[in-house]
């Protein structure tokens, strides 16, 4: 209860499996139950591995919807909204249409949609006559950097007063626990690179190989580690083709998706985003979190996170040499990179936090109903 409000909320996605977005659905609805409000995650497809990290507290219900137009999903939500009296439908991403026809049913619903686009380079060419149409329904919109926030006030009308950032935030485990397979490989010798991203063409995995190559050709002592999902369609085939067929494809690993990617990071001391596009990634947070120093592209919202470098190396998309030669550097003066990183950490833990984001969610929400 805020200020004699009650909150009921549902958070709709389409999956668990690993993603940004979902990893944000998932950390909200947690972070919410942590603190008693009556919180409610429909995943409208199917689940994945993020499901091992809900919170026992958070009431889960899998939808299988086939499509848009699936009538039975659609009247099992129905059901579900009504019988546990939800007042707020927080909508991610693309499962925002569905819980905007689901309001035409439930007039009493606010609709509350999350933009997690990762493609705001592009957005000039993102379709937006649907969303614009829905908006009118919709009682308030979140966004994860300035450039959507702008986007949906041109594209889609939405009244600045109705639409905010809410910035992303991550939580790392405590739990240190040994990885056979990173200790078999004695990483004590060698400088550990990690690249936390799914294999998608906008993270750019080919501009990260490329730039290895130019590493290794000066300090061989240097390992790449890859964890991510691979969604085993072409574009990740064709980078793990790469990857066989590297120079130095000794020193790369492919782990795929971890469950908990805390472990994985204590062993790492460089964190790469070599991405195309972005909005504010999770990886990003959680290699300052991990005390990692990190190597990033100038998209989305990074360069506002980083302080125009104070906290990290910024550099330009799609430009191998850059990346090397910051990789090279950072191995040559760890002194620097240790400031910036214990200077990223505590800029994380005050402004990337979860009280600070679920305060500022909870005020959000108190405004609607």
């Not at 707020?88 to 609709?111: D, E, P």
């Not at 639409?163 to 626990?177: A, F, G, M, P, R």
């Not at 580690?225 to 574009?235: R, T």
């Amino acid at each position: 209860m805020i200020n004699n409000k009650i909150i009921r909320v549902a958070h709709l996605v389409d999956t668990l499996n690993p993603g940004g977005m979902e990893q944000m659905a998932v950390n909200l609805t947690n972070g919410l139950a942590r603190r008693n409000i009556a919180t409610y995650l429909f995943v409208t497809r199917n689940g994945g591995l993020l499901k091992s990290k809900i919170d026992k507290k958070v009431y889960l219900y899998t939808l299988d919807k086939k499509s848009v137009l699936d009538i039975f999903a659609f009247i099992k939500t129905n059901k579900l909204i009504n019988k546990n009296k939800i007042n707020i439908l927080h909508a991610h991403g693309s499962s925002i249409v569905w819980a905007t026809l689901l309001k035409i049913f439930n007039r009493k619903i606010r609709i509350i949609w999350h933009d997690h686009c990762g493609y705001t380079e592009q957005l000039n060419k993102r379709p937006y006559l649907v969303r614009k149409i829905f908006s009118g329904l919709w009682s308030y919109v979140l966004t994860v950097n300035i450039k959507l926030m702008d986007w949906a006030i041109d594209k889609l009308n939405i009244k600045p007063s109705k639409i905010k950032v809410l910035n992303n935030y991550s939580i790392l485990s405590n739990k240190y626990i040994h990885i056979t397979e990173l200790e078999k490989i004695q990483i004590e010798k060698y400088t550990n690179i990690a690249c936390v991203a799914n294999l998608r063409p906008q993270k750019d995995h080919i501009n990260l190989l490329i730039a290895f190559e130019k590493v290794c050709d000066e300090n061989k002592n240097v390992l790449l580690h890859l964890i991510g999902f691979n969604p085993k369609d072409a574009y990740s085939e064709s980078i793990l083709k790469k990857i066989e067929e590297h120079k130095y494809s000794d020193k790369i690993f492919y782990w795929g998706v971890q469950q908990d990617i805390s472990p994985w990071l204590k062993y790492m001391q460089i964190g790469v985003i070599p991405s195309i596009s972005e909005g504010l990634p999770l990886a990003l947070l959680e290699y300052g979190l991990a005390g990692l120093h990190v190597i990033a592209t100038n998209v989305g919202q990074i360069n506002e996170v980083l302080k125009e470098g104070a906290f990290g190396q910024i550099i330009p998309p799609s430009k191998p040499e850059f990346l090397a030669n910051s990789i090279l550097e950072t191995i040559k003066f760890p002194d620097e990179s240790k400031e910036r990183t214990l200077l990223f950490r505590k800029n994380i833990e005050q402004y990337y936090s979860e009280d600070v984001i679920i305060d500022e969610l909870l005020l959000t929400y108190n405004m609607c109903i």
